[in-house]
C-alpha cells in the first residue's frame, strides 16, 4: 500500500527565506508523486508533478521538487519565500497514472515579515 | 478551471438526517473523486467513479454511498449524518489528457456541519 508522510505540520520562515517542505513516501511501485497548495477556503491546486521523467521538477510560483529515491522522498523547496506563499501544501502518491491518489496530512507554510 | 462545480457550498444540518453533496462537471470526464478533508488528516478518499454507474469504495467510505447516473453528476450521499461526518468534501476529477500521468484537478468545496 502506498503512504505519504509530511514532516512538520507547520513551518515558519522569513520572507525571503529558502522554503523547504518535506515529503517522504512508501510504494510497492515506482511512484507518481504530486505537490498541491490550498490558499484559505479554496480548493487544491497542483504544484508540480513528478511521472519518472526528469528526477528535478519545477513547478508554479518558482517551486521545485527533486525525486530522490535512495531516500525515498520528495521535498519542496523555494529559494526565496514571498508572503503570498503562506498556505497549506500537501504531498500525495499514487502508483500509476490510473490509481488513486493518496494524500499526507499537510503542511501549513507561515511566512512572516 | 477544470469546470467543477460542487453545491451545496455550505451545509448545516442535523443528526440523523440525510444529506447529498452535488459534484457537477462540464468537460464529460470519466475519473470523478469524492474527498474529506478534517484537520491533521489531510484528504482521505471516500468514493471514486470510473464511468456511469461504475463506482468503488475508498478508504473512508462507511457511511458514505455515491452515484453516478450521469457522466457529468457525482452525487456523495450521507443517509444519516452524525457529526463525525462533520468536515469539508471535495470533488476531483482526472482529466482525459492526465488519466496516464495522474494528476486530479478539485472542486471549491462543500462545508459540512452536521449538529
Known amino acids: 500500500a502506498q503512504s505519504v508522510t509530511q514532516l512538520g505540520s507547520h513551518v515558519s520562515v522569513s520572507e525571503g527565506a529558502l522554503v523547504l517542505l518535506r515529503c517522504n513516501y512508501s510504494?510497492?511501485?515506482?511512484?507518481?508523486l504530486f505537490w498541491y497548495v490550498q490558499y484559505p477556503n479554496q480548493g487544491l491546486q497542483l504544484l508540480l508533478k513528478y511521472t519518472s521523467a526528469a528526477t528535478l521538477v519545477k513547478g508554479i510560483n518558482g517551486f521545485e521538487a527533486e525525486f530522490k529515491k535512495s531516500e525515498t522522498s520528495f521535498h519542496l523547496t523555494k529559494p526565496s519565500a514571498h508572503m503570498s506563499d503562506a498556505a497549506e501544501y500537501f504531498c500525495?502518491?499514487?502508483?500509476?497514472?490510473?490509481?488513486?491518489?493518496?494524500f499526507g496530512k499537510g503542511t501549513m507554510l507561515l511566512v512572516s515579515p | 478551471d477544470a469546470g467543477i462545480t460542487q453545491s451545496p457550498r455550505h451545509k448545516v444540518t442535523e443528526t440523523g438526517t440525510p444529506v447529498t453533496l452535488r459534484c457537477h462537471q462540464t468537460e464529460n470526464h470519466r475519473y470523478m473523486y469524492w474527498y474529506r478533508q478534517d484537520p491533521g488528516h489531510g484528504l482521505r478518499l471516500i468514493h471514486y467513479s470510473y464511468g456511469v454507474k461504475d463506482t468503488d469504495k475508498g478508504e473512508v467510505s462507511d457511511g458514505y454511498s455515491v452515484s453516478r447516473s450521469k457522466t457529468e453528476d457525482f452525487l456523495l450521499t450521507l443517509e444519516s449524518a452524525t457529526s463525525s461526518q462533520t468536515s469539508v468534501y471535495f470533488c476531483?476529477?482526472?482529466?482525459?489528457?492526465?488519466?496516464?500521468?495522474?494528476?486530479?484537478?478539485f472542486g471549491e468545496g462543500s462545508r459540512l456541519t452536521v449538529l
Open positions: 510504494s510497492s511501485v515506482p511512484p507518481y
Open positions: 500525495a502518491v499514487s502508483e500509476s497514472g490510473y490509481s488513486t491518489l493518496t
Open positions: 476531483a476529477i482526472r482529466p482525459g489528457l492526465a488519466e496516464s500521468t495522474g494528476e486530479l484537478f
